[in-house]
């Protein structure tokens, strides 16, 4: 078998591990809300306070000494765990495949960008318990690996003069770095917007089918961390932009052009530009904010597809 | 802690992320109503409008909303033939959005507008922060509060030292090695001795110490901001000063830097001809190489072009240009912007005189180099009627059965020149300027065979061929010369906008990065109760405040504790306590 065919074997191996880990992180989520349902005033409280004082460590960890084991929690972390590995192995075969950096295009940028939302979700949760994100990560990593092997996939090769440059390295290898991380901030601001909802009794997230609602952290604890994401998120997409525009004075003879990447990179960051302001702006903190991350994502997520695939720009190097 | 939804540390606001400077002005919570304070009053509530949080804010999603049109709708400045097409296609809509200049988002008016009074507001708020900060810098840190009890992050200690001993290493140990660069703010003080008052026990005359890091978050959001604006006036500068060109060489020719030798030039409104230094420039060969694998078959893979440039003091040196390393000469930069192959033709007319001879770029038109060119030939003999060849040049020719041709493969294996020919006025002579890659046929006739099929005149190197009607002849040259499209550079602010680009990146990991944190320590003697000789201890407190949530603030605390020296070693550490609260 040739490598690269291994590679997408490797790929498909870690999407289904990742699933596996979706449905335990789901039963887990669910099973937590039937055992405590009780306790969870008391929790909320805890949480709370924790979040306000800036304790260490504290921000998203119920009191401890009355928490059940949690098996299918357990078996979701080594199953992600494992999809995570099985994903980086995917990816270096791939690189030795084509020969070089393998993140020049939309299937390989998709790997790698899935590769990295896993890791921080794996990084932030040796250091403290953000296992209640986990269902929702893996949930969009499955999906947007399905979406690369099925939608973008292209065969392993060379690269074509305009891409044979260091700057391929830094410049999208930052880009999906801060893809990566803006997708575990954009999973912790939605969980804060609907936390925040079931909170003050909108009808439809009252249900008892939201009640895992009532054990993800408070909605104050969700926003700092997901500001914490965003802003390393925020630099990094700066840095893309930077790199971008010194890479195009070399490749294509001018820094900014305003081509379609161009523009749809700078909405992008003038977005998450406006949540830093709004997040410091009285009356626009707390939800409000949270509605830009949610727009700024999807701005990320066009900018990738919907640029890449719609309009026909300098930056069409998806191979599709 | 019931107050702890309403708790804010206090003294640490940092006017810019705890609301906005200038939103004091209107009271909060009621929208901003128009006082009568006649013309300077309304220019001032203007001004703080304009300068205020919330206003920034606005303008900032306007102009992500402002830059999206220019994704959609053709652009000018980047393809103009596009925005040609859909006038063409959409006469009335196109008509009003070419009037709102929407075919050039980027310069328009509205466009303009909200950067420009996106950065008066930046300027607004900048200016009194700066100014707010330069003083907080000189201003001594927050007095020692009363109580510690309320602090996020605590310890306390005893030890054998005396208060002024411990003072003293601690104010050390938070300035940190480095002179000139302290890591804390530091103030040490001492208190009088006071008795109890309402809830406030008394206490025995202590020593403190207040001091305050951070102050690095503040300079780094101000150099963001400043970054950014500086970023701007580059940008315009290098728009008014920049010039740019562009020239087609063919293999073994050159070019010198001036104006008329350009094919294209453009420059910005102060560009001055002087700032050109004249070199030339030859082509000496152009190599490229594709991919012959299955997989990317015929992809480009690299192209070099190996030229000798010669400087206006006579020096010559040999240098290479490729796609993604320009050539640095002078401040300029000179770019491989494309390539094609320029076959050399030779147009004899119908009383055998040379009626032309050249070489003629063909553009590629697709990934194997089918290139497609005119060759014009308005100076035929007196009385016959010019002539006009149009055609394809085929790299690498496959002549199919039905006799069409296509290219194979991009380089020159086995190339063949296929031309259709005209005859008739070519309409140069009117001066109207015209495209030299394009053919207006209006007052032309082609040449048919018996068939009514266009005749086509097929040549390979070095090959002659009789032209149709008896026109005359054409022959192909025995070597394909390449050519290729360069595109010289000069923008004198480049090196600017990239500094202010790395500045604010800086600034902004700065701002975004840097805790900020202050740490108050009291010491006083009181007597050591496990003595019975009566002797005394220094009791130690220490507290820390962070703004915003800050996950390190207790280590902060922890280890100004840890600076406490204690004099007879070992016998004091077991005292060692560290509280959290939460
Ligand atoms: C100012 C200029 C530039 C900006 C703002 C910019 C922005 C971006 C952004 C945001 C991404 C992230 C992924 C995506 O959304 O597709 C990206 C990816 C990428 N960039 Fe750039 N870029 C610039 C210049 C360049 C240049 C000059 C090149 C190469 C000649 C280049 C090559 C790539 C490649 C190969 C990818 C990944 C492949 C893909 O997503 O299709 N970029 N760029």
Redesign the pocket.
Known sequence: MEIAELSVLLVWAAMTALAVALVSFAIDLGRRTEERAGTRARAAVGAAQAAVSGAPGTASVPPSGTEPRRRAAGIAMSTTWVGTALLLVAIVLRGLAAGRTP????Y??TLV?SFVALAVFLGLSTRRDVRFLGTFVTGLVVLFLALGVNVFYVAATGLQP??Q?Y??VI??GV??A??GILTVAFVASVLQLLRDSRDSGVPFLARTGFRWLDRVPTPGSLETLSFRLNAVGFVL?TF?????????????GR???W?V??V???V?WVVYAAYLHARTTRGWSGRRAAWFVVVGYAC?LF???G??LIFNG??????L | MSDSTTYRPEGIADEFSEGSYAEQVPPSGTGPTLPALGWRGTLRWTWRQLTSMRVALMLLMLLAVAAVPGSILPQRPQDPAAVLTYLADNPTAGEWLDRLGFFDVYSSVWFSAIYLMLFVSLVGCIVPRTAAHARAMRDRPPRTPARFERFPARAETTTSATPDEVTDAVVAHLRGRVRWLPVFRVDAGAEEARSARGRVPGRPATRTVAAERGYLRETGNLVFHLALLGLLVSVVLGQLLHYRGQAIVTEGRGFANAVVDYDTFESGEWFSPRSLVPFSMTLDEFSSEFASDRVAFAQARDFTAYVTVTEPDGESSAETIKV?HPLQIDGSKIYLQGNGFAPEITVNDAEGQVAFSGRVPFLPEDQMYTSRGVVKVPDVSAGLEQIGLVGYFLPTAVVEQDGSARSVFPQPRDPLLVLEVYRGDLGLDEGVPQNVYRLDTANLTASVGEDGERVKVLLRPGETADLPDGLGTVTLGEDVPRYVALDLRHDPSLAWVLTFSLLALAGLAVSLFTPRRRVWVRSWSEADPADGAGRTVTRVEVAGLARGDDAGLQDEVDRALGAVPCRESASDTSATDTTTEG
Do not use: C, Q
């Open positions: 993140w020049a295009n939309m390989e940028f960008g305009a891409l440059n700057w391929l410049h999208v880009a999906i801060a893809t997409w893309t932009l930077i790199g971008g525009a010194i890479w195009a004075e070399h490749a294509w820094y900014w052009g081509d990447k161009e749809w990179s700078f992008v990320v900018n990738f597809t640029v890449n300098k930056h069409s190097y998806s191979g | 993604n």
